[in-house]
C-alpha cells in the first residue's frame, strides 16, 4: 500500500473517531459545564481568530500544497520554501495584529452586551490566532510531503482530549473560568508546537532562508494564487464563523453559546456528503479530463439519491429526538436552541438533496465561478443575518443559514444545468422524500413514553423500520444494496 493510501484510511479512521468526539464535547461535555453565555465567548474567540488567521496567511497554505511541487527536493532543503511560506503570513499577521489593537474600541462597542467578559480575553484573541495561522501553514506543508495522518490526529483527536479534561477540570471545581479560557488557548497553542517538534523529528524543519527560493517561481505568481486563495477560503470561513460573531454583537454571547450548540447538533447531516466528498473529488475530476458528461450526470444523481436518503434519515431522527439531545445536557437554558436546530436541520437536508452540484463546479473548466458562488454565500449570510437577528434573535440566525443554503445550492444547481445540461431529480427522489414524510409522521404520532430515552429508542426504531422498509419496496432498493454491499467489501 503507498503512502497516499496509507496516509488516506488513516485520515479515514481518524476523522470519524474525531467527529464523534467532537459531538461529546461541544454538544454534550462542554455545555453541561459552561452557562451559555461562557460558551458564547469561547466560540466568538475561536471565530476571531479563525477570521484573523486566514487574514494573515493571505491564502498561502493553499499556495503551498499548490506549489510546492516545484520547490520540492529534499537534498537542498526544498530550495528554503518553509521559510518562505511562513514569511508573508507572519507579516501579514504584525500588519493585522495592528489594526486589531487598534480596533479595540469599535469591537467592545459592537458586543457592548458583553465587552465586560470579552475585554479581559481580548489580546488573547491574537495569540490564538497566532498559533492557529502556524498550525495552518505547518499542516499545509504536511499535506505536501504526504505526512498528513499525524496533524489530523493532533487537531481532530488529541486537541479534543485536551478540551475534554479542560472542561471536566473547570466543571468539577479545579480551574476558574478565566483559568479554563487560558487553558483553553493553550491547549490550541500546544498542538501547533507539538506539529513543530513532528516537523523537526522527521528532518524537514528548514528555517533557515535562501536566495534560491526567489529563482524557482515567480514570487507575484505565489502572491496572486494566494490572494486568488485568500477570496475563497475567507468567504469560506465567514460562512461557517459569521452567524455566532453577529449573534454575539446584534443579540448576546448567552445566544451565541446557545446558537453554537444548535449547530453543532445540526452537523451530523455533513457526515454523510463529507465522506462522499473524498470518493466524489478525484472521480469528478477524473470524468472531467474524459469529457464523459454521461457517466458524470449519472453519478450526479445516484450520489444525490444516496445523500437523500442519508440526509431525510438523519434528519428526522435528530429533530424527533431532540427532547432526548437537550436533556443529555444539564443546563435546560441550551434547549432554547430547539427551533434553530430544526431550521438548520432543514438547511442542511436541502444541501443534501441537491447533491454535489458544488463539486461538480469546482472540478469543472468553469471552476472560477466557485469563487463568485463562494463569495455570494458569503454576502448574503452577513446581509441575512443583519436583516435577521435584530427581531428574531438566534432563530434569526439560523433562518438566515437556511436561506443562505437554499439560495446558493439553487443557484449552483441552475448553472450546472444551465452549463452542461445535468440535473440530479428524477421520481425516485419524490419517493424518498414521500418515504421520509409518512416514516416521519408515523414516529412523530408515537405519544411520549414513561421516560424520554424509551420514546427515543421506540421512535428511532420505527422511524428507521418503517423508512427502510419503504425505501426497499421502490426501485432504490438496487443502488441501496449496490452501497451497502461495496461498503462491506471495502471494510
Known amino acids: 500500500m503507498g503512502i497516499v493510501q496509507r496516509q488516506g484510511l488513516r485520515n479515514t479512521v481518524i476523522?470519524?473517531?474525531?467527529?464523534?468526539?467532537?459531538?461529546?464535547?461541544?454538544?454534550?461535555?462542554?455545555?453541561?459545564?459552561?452557562?451559555?453565555?461562557?460558551?458564547g465567548l469561547t466560540t466568538v474567540l475561536a471565530s476571531i481568530a479563525t477570521i484573523y488567521a486566514q487574514l494573515s496567511a493571505f491564502g498561502f497554505a493553499s499556495m503551498g500544497i499548490r506549489f510546492f511541487p516545484y520547490f520540492r527536493d529534499a537534498q537542498n532543503r526544498h530550495?528554503?520554501?518553509?521559510?518562505?511560506?511562513?514569511?508573508?503570513?507572519?507579516?501579514?499577521f504584525a500588519v493585522i495584529t495592528v489594526l486589531y489593537l487598534l480596533g479595540r474600541p469599535l469591537v467592545l462597542q459592537l458586543y457592548t452586551h458583553d465587552a465586560d467578559l470579552l475585554g479581559p480575553y481580548y489580546l488573547w484573541g491574537a495569540v490564538l490566532a497566532l498559533f492557529t495561522l502556524l498550525y495552518s501553514l505547518q499542516d499545509a506543508y504536511l499535506k505536501s510531503l504526504y505526512h498528513t495522518?499525524?496533524?489530523?490526529?493532533?487537531?481532530?483527536?488529541?486537541?479534543?482530549?485536551?478540551?475534554a479534561v479542560v472542561a471536566f477540570l473547570f466543571g468539577k471545581g479545579y480551574l476558574t473560568f478565566h483559568e479554563?479560557?487560558?487553558a483553553y488557548i493553550g491547549v490550541n497553542s500546544l498542538i501547533t508546537l507539538v506539529l513543530t517538534a513532528y516537523l523537526a523529528a522527521i528532518g524537514e524543519l528548514h528555517l533557515r532562508p535562501t536566495r534560491a527560493v526567489l529563482r524557482v517561481r515567480p514570487v507575484r505568481e505565489l502572491v496572486n494564487f494566494?490572494?486568488?486563495a485568500l477570496l475563497?477560503?475567507?468567504?469560506?470561513?465567514?460562512?461557517?464563523?459569521?452567524?455566532?460573531?453577529?449573534?454575539?454583537?446584534?443579540?448576546?454571547?448567552?445566544?451565541?453559546?446557545?446558537y453554537a450548540i444548535a449547530m453543532n447538533i445540526s452537523t451530523a447531516l455533513v457526515i454523510p456528503a463529507r465522506a462522499l466528498g473524498k470518493i466524489a473529488f478525484p472521480l469528478l475530476a477524473d470524468y472531467w479530463k474524459q469529457q464523459d458528461l454521461t457517466r458524470m450526470a449519472n453519478f450526479y444523481r445516484?450520489?444525490?439519491?444516496?445523500?437523500?436518503?442519508a440526509g431525510c434519515w438523519l434528519a428526522l431522527g435528530i429533530g424527533l429526538n431532540l427532547d432526548f439531545i437537550y436533556s443529555l445536557i444539564k443546563r435546560p437554558e441550551y434547549a432554547a436552541g430547539t427551533t434553530a436546530v430544526l431550521l438548520l436541520l432543514a438547511g442542511r437536508l436541502f444541501d443534501s438533496i441537491t447533491g454535489v452540484n458544488g463539486l461538480i463546479v469546482v472540478t469543472s473548466p468553469r471552476y472560477r465561478y466557485d469563487l463568485i458562488f463562494n463569495i455570494s454565500l458569503a454576502v448574503a449570510t452577513v446581509v441575512l443575518n443583519l436583516l435577521l437577528i435584530p427581531p428574531l434573535g438566534l432563530q434569526g440566525a439560523a433562518l438566515a443559514a437556511l436561506l443562505a443554503l437554499v439560495s446558493i445550492n439553487v443557484a449552483r444547481t441552475w448553472f450546472v444545468w444551465q452549463s452542461y445540461r445535468m440535473q440530479p431529480?428524477?421520481?425516485?427522489?419524490?419517493?424518498?422524500?414521500?418515504?421520509?414524510?409518512?416514516?416521519?409522521?408515523?414516529?412523530?404520532?408515537?405519544?411520549?413514553?414513561?421516560?424520554?430515552?424509551?420514546?427515543m429508542l421506540l421512535r428511532s426504531g420505527l422511524l428507521t423500520a418503517l423508512y427502510a422498509g419503504l425505501l426497499l419496496a421502490t426501485p432504490l432498493r438496487h443502488d441501496l444494496l449496490a452501497f451497502i454491499r461495496k461498503t462491506s467489501t471495502s471494510k
Open 425 to 455: 431529480f428524477d421520481y425516485q427522489i419524490v419517493m424518498i422524500l414521500g418515504a421520509a414524510a409518512l416514516a416521519g409522521l408515523a414516529a412523530w404520532s408515537l405519544p411520549l413514553i414513561h421516560s424520554i430515552f424509551v420514546t
Open 15 to 39: 476523522s470519524y473517531f474525531g467527529l464523534g468526539l467532537g459531538f461529546v464535547n461541544t454538544t454534550l461535555l462542554l455545555p453541561s459545564f459552561l452557562e451559555p453565555r461562557q460558551m
Open 226 to 228: 494566494g490572494a486568488f
Open 149 to 163: 495522518a499525524f496533524s489530523s490526529f493532533l487537531q481532530e483527536v488529541l486537541l479534543r482530549i485536551l478540551i
Open 232 to 258: 475563497s477560503n475567507i468567504s469560506g470561513t465567514i460562512i461557517m464563523s459569521v452567524d455566532s460573531l453577529m449573534l454575539g454583537s446584534k443579540s448576546s454571547f448567552a445566544d451565541a453559546g446557545i
Open 79 to 92: 530550495h528554503g520554501f518553509l521559510p518562505l511560506l511562513l514569511g508573508l503570513p507572519l507579516l501579514g
Open 180 to 182: 479554563f479560557v487560558l
Open 302 to 309: 445516484r450520489t444525490t439519491r444516496l445523500l437523500a436518503v
